[in-house]
């Protein structure tokens, strides 16, 4: 295993945000600011970028995401300050954030997401881009963003439907509230819920037996299942970025947000 930092523009003596290993043909990236449960700031959604770039430039046949600490991902870190931006910046920060999306579908090999505590917001959309999800039964899937005056991004307005019916979607969305893990493996959201403690080590089972499997035609299998879903996706992520403007000019975002994260 070799683990390498990447270029997110740290302090090269710091730790990096997304930590980078290729285990053979399977690439491990594990996001890394166990502090504030790995919520997303200025830096890690670039950092994931690269990961992810440098995952496919290694032309790894698998990869798995999963979160250092106590979360996966808990959304967007709402304790730090919201940056002064101009339009053009806040909407070239939404684009970075859709690009995660992107890369993950576009990887021609699966991307198995391992949950566990929070998978929040933005940590929910990154989890279910992935192709697999392998979930602790106890983790916490939950989508807050309207509860403090934001708005989805990340495709999720097509993936979500599309994982659990546009019943379980809209009501998923519009009161924001938590599902465990074993909760969304039984709704459809997520592949499997293991044990606590475990889930890292069956995503990874299961990367390394789909990176055994014949390249192209698990490629091609993977392209053919995501077809209709991510034919819609593009145009969603164009709605996403728009109405995530609209939020942020809104004024409404500095509603209460205590319940986004608990970082």
């Known amino acids: 295993m070799t683990d390498q930092p990447l270029p997110s523009g740290q302090d090269p003596a710091a730790a990096p945000l997304v930590e980078y290993a290729l285990e053979g043909d399977v690439a491990r990236l594990h996001l890394n600011r166990p502090h504030r449960l790995n919520a997303v700031d200025a830096h890690l959604t670039p950092a994931l970028v690269d ?13 798995v995401l999963a979160g250092r600490g106590r979360a996966f991902c808990a959304g967007h870190d709402l304790k730090e300050e919201p940056p002064l931006e101009q339009p053009w910046q ?20 699966p991307v198995i997401a391992a949950v566990h505590g929070y998978a929040l917001g933005a940590g929910c959309e ?7 999800v392998v979930a602790d039964e106890e983790s916490r899937f939950g989508f807050p963003e309207v509860g403090v005056g934001l708005s989805v991004t990340g495709g999720i307005s097509t993936l979500l ?42 995503a990874l089972d299961l990367a390394r037996r789909m ?14 299942l995501d077809a209709g879903v991510d034919a819609a996706i593009e145009q969603s992520m164009a709605t996403e970025v728009e109405h995530a403007m609209l939020t942020a000019l809104s004024g409404e975002n500095a509603a209460p947000r205590q319940e986004f994260t608990r970082a």
Do not use: N, Y
């Open 51 to 63: 990961a992810l770039r440098r995952a496919a430039a290694d032309e790894a046949s698998a990869v």
């Open 90 to 109: 806040t909407r070239a920060r939404l684009e970075e954030i859709q690009e995660v999306t992107r890369l993950v579908r576009r990887f021609p090999g």
């Open 126 to 132: 990154f989890a279910l881009a992935c192709d697999v």
């Open 161 to 202: 439907p599309a994982l659990v019916g546009w019943a379980r979607a809209k009501e998923l969305l519009l009161l924001g509230e938590h599902v465990t893990g074993a909760q969304a493996a039984a709704m459809g959201m997520v592949a499997r819920a293991v044990p606590s403690g475990t889930h890292e080590d069956v």
């Open 211 to 224: 990176a055994a499997r014949p390249r192209l035609s698990t490629s091609l299998a993977k392209r053919v």
